[in-house]
């Protein structure tokens, strides 16, 4: 049986590229096809704002060009061409004339991000761990999710994510300095009620393999409110702000969705972990009550999010800190249900504690600022150590309690 704690580090798994080319299908007239491809890579488009290219064309041939840009952009997940390229016409077409003259993608070098990533976050420890997590409790399919527009979603390879990290390493080092070294990936483009059906799975397994973390294994989870209901439509990062009441996730996991998300289908974060001044710390840094949070950071400055305030307030230190490079909460963001679920294994799997016990006086309930439901509350997620459940609750949007706050992290 899996006991789901840390492991020794394994080798990360690789992603093997498609062998075969798939044919692309278009227009019936040649001419009217290279036009099309000619518009697509050319110096006047970018491919992801392709509406005025597909509108400078005859009406017959719209779908046309609607098929072949989707082709191109599934020909560059299948060959190894990064997301990036899509933005850039020359450097889409230099990858294009790589593969057709080599039969296989360029090959990147990522020794120095590899060896950043390595020195300042311990990346491949965490990335080696959480994937084999992942595996073990099935999320996982290959190497890739299910979503839930049925879609796979190839999870972010380690290359990946260290290229990230280094590439945004100069923005990055004030959060470093405070803290935010702790890797989080989550499965974001798959179903919440699967997820959270994996959840339970995976709590009663490691009870029945850790005696000592005792649990309601009759019903691992407690839903209430919104959470009980047959189904929930949960609108993502809303901007109160601006009344914008955010997207539904089959909107998120089109590409044309791609700026709010690094990895479409994944969400990367980098956390505190629980004790933000050693960067080896196992788990996830908890939400401290008020007056008991320690401050971090030695180039800039930063006071701990502590509980107690209403989700408004707490949205509005982030909206404030977007536009101030020099607030110390500059660049964070909150907390989805999926985040906190993964947190939540990810954090029992290394510490061999729940998250977010309300009852142990020093943490707090977590409030998921990145969704609303249709009831226009807060949703959030605790520990219950009278009960010995892991319990999704909700509460009222302005309401402030002492007991529930926000947990922010990086996203890259």
Known sequence: MND????????????????????????PDTEVRAQCTSEILGEEAIMDSVSSVRDSLPEQYHAHFETLRQEIIDFTKAHGIPKESLGSPDLLRERFEYLLKNREPKKEDYTEALEYAEEFYH?????????????QVGILEGDAIVGIDGKTYPIPTLEQIASRLFEHRETLETKRDQGFTKLLLVPFGMSLRDLIGTFSFFASLYS???????LDRYKVIKLYGVWNTDHF?????????????GYF???????????????????????????PSDSYSPGFAHIPRQGKGIPQGDLVFRPPLEAGKSLNEYLSILQKARGDKDSPYHGE??????DWIMAFMIHLSETGKPLDDVLSEKESACCFSEVFSSFETIMEGRWDQSSLQVILDHDILRDKNLQVGIRTSMII
């Not at 990335?127 to 997590?133: A, E, H, I, P």
């Not at 029945?208 to 005792?214: N, R």
């Not at 439509?233 to 009441?245: D, G, M, T, V």
């Not at 089959?250 to 004790?275: A, K, T, Y």
């Open 249 to 275: 996730k089959r909107e998120i996991l089109d590409d044309s969705f791609q700026d709010l998300s690094s990895f479409l289908g994944w969400r990367v974060h980098l956390f505190q972990p629980s004790n």
């Open 123 to 135: 990346l491949r420890e965490q990335y080696d761990f959480q994937v084999k997590f992942l595996e």
């Open 233 to 245: 439509q949960l609108s993502y990062f809303p901007k109160l702000e601006e009344k914008h009441r």
């Open 333 to 338: 963001t909150g907390l989805t249900p999926e």
């Open 208 to 214: 029945e393999a850790h005696p000592d973390f005792k």
């Open 4 to 27: 789901f704690s840390r492991p020794t580090p394994e080798s990360s798994p690789s992603a093997t590229p498609a062998e075969a080319v798939p044919p692309v299908a278009g227009p």
